[in-house]
């Protein structure tokens, strides 16, 4: 079954607005990660967010994780065009023998339309 | 940083005819290495997964199979082709922590 679960599926925006995505997730977890996929190309690593913090920034953007309710949002400050993307949550992180091996589980995205 | 490399970018391939899609890796050593595979744009589904040379996983029973020849090489390959196989698939690697780096995957289309 799905680990990480979007939400929304799809959000549409204007310029300048601020977008917030949700991810709720089953089980116990390292970390959450979330990722970027523009249309037709590979994902691109936006942020990870370990089980023992509460909130991260990274320029415009915000994650925060409450593993009390087994979920995370990704909040997209003055959100710009170039932000249109889908938007992933992965959760994982396990030890394998003292090595982490960094098996991911990926949620189905929320596809963000930003309009000029 | 690491640095993926995945081709072919796009192909187009017949149903029973056999597969083979390479990648490398740059910028690390003894990394590991992954195979996705994203069906209709949506979530990403882990098909194999190497902590090293010929140690390989697979996470669901499949048509495909996977290699690796050598520390920084990752081969997705099949014997024949299934329609069901079509998919945009992606390359992935990390090292030394959880943040996995991916390629810019291989569209197939199995006609």
């Known amino acids: 079954s799905q680990q990480g679960e979007e939400d929304p599926q799809a959000l549409s925006i204007q310029e300048g607005e601020n977008a917030t995505m949700n991810c709720s997730y089953k089980t116990s977890i390292n970390n959450l990660q979330w990722y970027r996929q523009n249309s037709g190309r590979g994902l691109v690593h936006l942020i990870l967010?370990?089980?023992?913090?509460r909130e991260k920034h990274s320029g415009r953007l915000r994650v925060t994780l409450d593993t009390s309710k087994k979920s995370s949002s990704l909040l997209i400050t003055a959100s710009r065009a170039a932000d249109t993307a889908s938007y992933f949550c992965?959760?994982?992180?396990?030890?394998?023998?003292?090595?982490?091996?960094?098996?991911?589980?990926f949620g189905q995205g929320t596809i963000l339309t930003v309009h000029p | 940083s690491q640095t993926i490399h995945q081709w072919p970018a796009t192909l187009v391939q017949p149903v029973g005819s056999p597969l083979s899609l390479e990648c490398t890796v740059e910028?690390?050593?003894?990394?590991?290495l992954y195979w996705y595979r994203q069906a209709a744009g949506r979530g990403l589904q882990l098909l194999f997964y190497?902590?090293?040379?010929?140690?390989i996983s697979s996470e669901v029973p499949q048509n495909l199979s996977a290699s690796r020849p050598q520390d920084r090489q990752f081969i997705l390959s099949s014997k024949k082709l299934l329609l069901s196989d079509s998919g945009f698939y992606l390359c992935a690697c990390s090292a030394y922590g959880n943040t996995i780096y991916f390629g810019e995957g291989s569209w197939l289309t199995v006609v």
């Open positions: 190497s902590i090293g040379i010929d140690q």
């Open positions: 992965a959760t994982g992180g396990s030890n394998a023998g003292g090595t982490s091996y960094g098996k991911l589980t």
């Open positions: 910028g690390t050593s003894n990394p590991n």
């Open positions: 967010i370990r089980s023992n913090e």
